[in-house]
């Protein structure tokens, strides 16, 4: 089965850190670049990050995404969460090997970031 998975979202205290795995399934996940999104409540889903097929770490908005590709894994590492942080986190597939438009064909189902004192 084609399929992405998130994992690793949790309820946490402002300036604690997490990290994100998106494990893909049915393909390999190196031949594709990968997209982290978030949703929070009421508000537009925004991107976070996205690492193409020739990144292995990559710094983006606070936050670290990287590539194992022996795990068929990408991961979002966030260091000193926020409040604003809180939403739900999606990882997807973009059509493409490099982060350029928005062609995302597969998404996961989510994963609940939480962050509260």
């Known amino acids: 089965q084609v399929q992405l998975v998130e994992s690793g979202g949790d309820l946490v205290q402002p300036g604690d850190s997490l990290r994100l795995s998106c494990t893909a399934s049915?393909?390999?996940?190196?031949?594709?670049?990968i997209g982290w999104f978030r949703q929070a409540p009421g508000k537009e889903r925004e991107a976070v990050a996205c690492?193409?097929?020739a990144v292995l770490s990559s710094v983006q908005n606070r936050f670290t995404i990287s590539r194992d590709n022996a795990k068929n894994t990408v991961y979002l590492q966030m260091p000193d969460l926020k409040f604003e942080d809180t939403a739900v986190y999606y990882c997807?597939?973009?059509?493409?090997?490099?982060?350029?438009?928005?062609?995302?064909?597969?998404w996961g189902q989510g994963t609940q970031v939480t962050v509260s004192s």
């Open positions: 997807a597939r973009h059509a493409g090997a490099v982060c350029r438009g928005e062609n995302y064909d597969l």
């Open positions: 690492i193409s097929i």
């Open positions: 049915g393909f390999t996940l190196s031949s594709h670049a």
